[in-house]
């Protein structure tokens, strides 16, 4: 059973579709990069799954669930940071989760330093929220999140913002989340600091889905090789393996090998092979960064 599948779902801002058609569906135990740049369509998104909005059209299916009345049961499983929650100036970490602790009716007065301790403020004494740094403060605003134990949740960017240490911080804390059990659904501009952490991704731009893959098909698309055109592929492979000791390669088609290993060697494997009678019309070096990737996939798409 799937935590949340999205079926075209549509919401349009006055002429303009801040999501248009997007079905995408997280499974359980997954971290789902939702990539996308400024005004993509990402907040939208998440804003229409936690019903801060409402869809124009399209289907929403949350744990299963998709009449409106079961759907309300199951938001009550997801934790979200969308929009800053309110937190108060004057009082300390302790004091505001004790504050959603009792709004929320949570019975186990021990929960506020369990949270606490997930999200490594425990130490924060008396300090005030209005004294926190920036990655202090979306701490406490994931630590709200979680205060009610959810099953999904979704991060609107959690990373924003913040200093080196805060994004480490920030995503050491999104992988012990998932190992806790959490299904998390988490957005970034940014595809390499997603790709650190999530193990699927949708890219959106202009409120499309552009592309959805898995974090191995990520990595194949941007992993380097080189891409060899060559008259005789088995003699180029015995080649390969007992002159060259690659043994990371595989044929792509009738005339083409890629090689993983030496990729660096480009004269020596084209040196090579040719003196062992294999003729190479081509050797290319292949493979994007992952923020190249990126931008081949939105490229062309105006914004
Ligand atoms: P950002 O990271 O900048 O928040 P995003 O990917 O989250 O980007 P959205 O905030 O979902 O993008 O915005 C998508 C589009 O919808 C943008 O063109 C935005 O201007 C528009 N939009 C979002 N909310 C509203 C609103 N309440 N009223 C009018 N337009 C809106």
Redesign the pocket.
């Known amino acids: 059973m799937s935590i949340l599948k999205t079926q075209n779902l549509c919401k349009r801002?006055g002429r303009?579709p801040?999501v248009d058609n997007v079905s995408i569906t997280v499974e359980k135990g997954d971290i789902f990069g939702l990539i996308?740049q400024?005004?993509?369509?990402?907040?939208?998104?998440m804003r229409l799954v936690t019903s801060l909005t409402r869809a124009d059209s399209g289907e929403i299916s949350l744990f299963g669930e998709t009449t409106p009345a079961r759907l309300t049961a199951a938001r009550a499983r997801i934790g979200s940071v969308i929009e800053a929650p309110a937190l108060y100036g004057s009082l300390t970490a302790f004091q505001n989760l004790e504050y959603y602790r009792i709004q929320r009716g949570i019975a186990d007065k021990n929960r506020v330093q369990q949270v606490l301790e997930t999200v490594s403020l425990t130490d924060t004494g008396k300090k005030k929220f209005k004294n926190f740094s920036l990655g202090m403060k979306q701490r406490l605003g994931l630590a709200v999140a979680i205060l009610s134990h959810p099953d999904f949740l979704i991060m609107d960017?959690p990373t924003n913002g913040l200093d080196p240490i805060g994004i480490i911080e920030m995503r050491d804390l999104i992988k012990r989340l998932s190992l806790e059990g959490i299904t998390l659904l988490v957005s970034s501009?940014i595809l390499s600091e997603l790709a650190q952490v999530a193990n699927k991704y949708a890219i959106i731009h202009n409120?499309r889905l552009l592309k959805s893959l898995t974090h191995d098909e990520l990595q194949e698309e941007c992993k380097q090789a080189l891409a060899i055109t060559v008259d005789d592929v088995a003699k180029a492979s015995v080649v390969l393996e007992t002159a060259l000791g690659a043994s990371n390669y595989k044929q792509v088609s009738a005339n083409e090998l890629r090689v993983y290993d030496r990729v660096e060697d480009p004269a020596e494997i084209t040196f090579r092979l040719s003196q062992e009678g294999v003729r190479v019309s081509g050797i290319t070096a292949v493979g994007d960064s992952l923020e190249d990737y990126y931008t081949k996939i939105i490229g062309g798409e105006p914004k």
């Open positions: 801002y303009r801040a996308g400024n005004g993509a369509g990402k907040t939208t998104f960017e501009h409120g």
